[in-house]
C-alpha cells in the first residue's frame, strides 16, 4: 500500500532557530499533501495544503511566513518552522492523497522548542 | 465553515460491553473516514464511507454511514483493552482535496 514517511520522528530547537521537517510519499507520486498540527490531547488541525510546483495554500490564521512549505518534487514536501518559539511546539503530521484518492499519514514529529 | 463533530468526547467502558461513537458533520460530504490514534503516534485508517447506507466492519468494530442525517457511527462489540485508543473521523470538503477532522473520541477500555 501507499506509504508515507515523515523525518524527523522528534526534535528539540532552540527558541529562535528554525526546523525542517519532511515528508515524502515514497511508492506514489502526490500532488497534493497536506499539513496537520496537533496539540495534546486535541484534534488534527489543517495547517496548510502543498501543491506540488505552486505555492501553499495555507488555512485561516496559519502564517505563511513563520510556516513555509514547500513542494518542489511529486515526492516531497517539507515544513519549516521559521524562529520557532515554545508555542510552536507540537505534533506535526503530515498526509498525501494516494492513487486510489485515500489519504496517507506520515508518522508524525515531535516538535519541541526550549 | 464545514463542522465535525463527534460525541462522546471520553468515553470509558468495560471489557466486553458495547457502545457506539457518533460522528456528526454540518455539510453534504463525497466521504467520511475513520481513524485510530494511539499516544504519541500517528493515525491509523480503519474504514473509508463512499456512499448513503455503507457499512463496513473490521474485528470488533463497525462504521455506517447515513448522508442524509450527515451521521456516521462506530460500533464497538465487546470491547477489549487493546481497543483503547483516541478515534476521529474525518470528511471531506465538497469541491476540495482537503478534509476536516472530528473533535475524537478518547476511549479507555477497563479490564
Known amino acids: 500500500g501507499a506509504v508515507v514517511s515523515q523525518h524527523p520522528s522528534r526534535v528539540i530547537c532552540k527558541s529562535g532557530t528554525s526546523v525542517k521537517i519532511e515528508c515524502r510519499s515514497l511508492d506514489f507520486q502526490a500532488t497534493t499533501m497536506f499539513w496537520y498540527r496537533q496539540f495534546p490531547k486535541q484534534s488534527l488541525m489543517l495547517m496548510a495544503t502543498?501543491?506540488?510546483?505552486?505555492?501553499?495554500?495555507?488555512e485561516q490564521g496559519v502564517e505563511k511566513d513563520k510556516f513555509l512549505i514547500n513542494h518542489a518534487s511529486l515526492t516531497l514536501s517539507t515544513l519549516t518552522v521559521t524562529s520557532a518559539h515554545p508555542e510552536d511546539s507540537s505534533f506535526y503530521i503530515c498526509?498525501?492523497?494516494?492513487?486510489?484518492?485515500?489519504?496517507?499519514f506520515g508518522s508524525g514529529t515531535r516538535l519541541t522548542v526550549v | 465553515e464545514l463542522k465535525v463533530e463527534q460525541n462522546p468526547l471520553f468515553l470509558s467502558m468495560q471489557e466486553g460491553k458495547n457502545y457506539t461513537i457518533y460522528c456528526n458533520y454540518s455539510t453534504t460530504s463525497d466521504r467520511l473516514y475513520w481513524y485510530r490514534q494511539d499516544p504519541g503516534k500517528s493515525l491509523e485508517s480503519l474504514f473509508v464511507?463512499?456512499?448513503?447506507?455503507a457499512v463496513k466492519q473490521e474485528g470488533r468494530l463497525m462504521a455506517s454511514l447515513d448522508t442524509k442525517a450527515r451521521l456516521s457511527t462506530l460500533h464497538i462489540t465487546a470491547a477489549v483493552h487493546d481497543l483503547s485508543a483516541t478515534y476521529f473521523c474525518?470528511?471531506?470538503?465538497?469541491?476540495?482535496?482537503?478534509?476536516?477532522f472530528g473533535t475524537g473520541t478518547r476511549l479507555k477500555v477497563l479490564a
Open positions: 474525518a470528511v471531506d470538503i465538497p469541491g476540495t482535496y482537503k478534509y476536516i
Open positions: 464511507l463512499l456512499s448513503n447506507g
Open positions: 502543498s501543491n506540488e510546483g505552486s505555492k501553499a495554500t495555507y
Open positions: 498526509s498525501a492523497r494516494d492513487p486510489i484518492g485515500g489519504y496517507t
